[in-house]
Every structure is written in structure tokens, then in C-alpha cells.
């Protein structure tokens, strides 16, 4: 007896899920056709700006693509060599957009408490890379003093 309401109260569960389907289904297929085209959007919707919200305005910047120091990582930072004087450090350099320069690299020397002793700059012309900037390993020789203990590499871009 269980089984059979059981039954009886999904048919009718199906029947109502289908007329409701079908009475609706513009409604569904534009809905469903919005979330899908806004996943492959590539604009952003943006609400229009109000001469109300101009006052609240402090800077417009344009800044250039090329050389834009947000598009570089720098990351896989390792001791390659190391001797009594000094240590060769390799660090990989990318680009996240084509045509940019080499940037310069600022090693800040750290103490065990991570205090920074000291910066070293090196500019695009001071270390060795390839023609083409996309992705390149640099190896920099550092050398150390008493209480260096870890490094850390940024990369920059003179103005």
C-alpha cells in the first residue's frame, strides 16, 4: 500500500514538473541562453556614470600596456651556488603580456628575523636573459656579509 502512494504521489510529481516545463519553457530557454553567453563574455557590464558621482572622482590614470610592471611574476626564487663570499641566486621572470622589456630586479637581503639589511639592483643590462621576454630563469650573483640569511627578488621598472 506504501509502494503504490509512493507511486501515485511521484507520477503526479512528474506530470506537474512536465506541464510546468512546457507552460514556461520560452522562459527557461531564455534564461538558460542568458547564463550561458554570459559565461563566455568577455565584456564588463558597467552601470553609466551619473554627474552625481563625478565630484566623488580624484584621479583618472591611463596606464600603458607596455612594461606595466603588474603583468611580471616573479616566483621560483632558489640558492644555485653558494660560497664563503657569495651566492648565485635563480629567480624565473614572466611576462604576462608580449613586448615588454627585462625589468630590473631588486634582491632585498633578509636577516633570520626577516628584517631587510640591505637592496641590490641589478638593471635589464646587468643580467644575463634571452632575446625574448616571456618566461626566462635569471641567475644573479649576490655577495653576502655577515647575518644574511634569505632573500627575497622583485621585479621593477624605471620611470
Known sequence: MFKGRLLRYLILLVIVAAMTIVLFWRELVD?????????WSTSIEQEPMLDANFS???EIRFESEH???AQIKVDDLHVVARSE????LSVRIASRSSGD???????AVLSHSGATLRRIEFRASE???SGDF???VIELPIQIKSGDARFAVSAFYQN
Open 85 to 88: 663570499s657569495a651566492v648565485t
Open 67 to 69: 612594461n606595466n610592471i
Open 134 to 136: 616571456s618566461s626566462n
Open 56 to 58: 566623488q572622482v580624484k
Open 31 to 39: 534564461t538558460a541562453a542568458d547564463g550561458v553567453s554570459t559565461l
Open 101 to 107: 622589456d627585462f625589468p630590473g630586479l631588486r634582491v
Open 127 to 129: 643580467y644575463a636573459h
